[in-house]
């Protein structure tokens, strides 16, 4: 749901379409093993982001084709959950 004008609107997408992740974790090598894992048998594409300050974190937009939205929640999950992963926007 997205909130606009302090009305909540379901956002409407029309499938199949590009969805981009934006993926944070400690390491570059841990977003790319995640992306390896679990988008076996997919394109995907994964650019830099940014990096925090510190160094701590980094992040990497992941585009791939999505083909409803139970299958980009589910890829959402899917990265969430991964052990490599930190957080998924």
């Not at 394109?43 to 990096?51: C, E, G, I, Q």
């Not at 999505?66 to 930190?86: G, S």
């Amino acid at each position: 749901m997205v909130i606009i004008n302090e009305t909540t609107q379901k956002l409407e997408l029309e499938y199949p379409c590009n969805w981009c992740y934006k993926v944070v974790a400690h390491e570059r090598a841990g977003i790319e093993i995640a992306a390896l894992e679990i988008f076996t048998e997919r394109r995907y594409t994964l650019t830099p982001s940014n990096s925090s300050k510190s160094g701590k974190y980094i992040s990497m937009n992941l585009e791939l084709l999505v083909h409803n939205e139970d299958e980009r929640t589910y890829f959402y999950e899917t990265l969430k959950a991964h052990p490599h992963i930190k957080m998924v926007l």
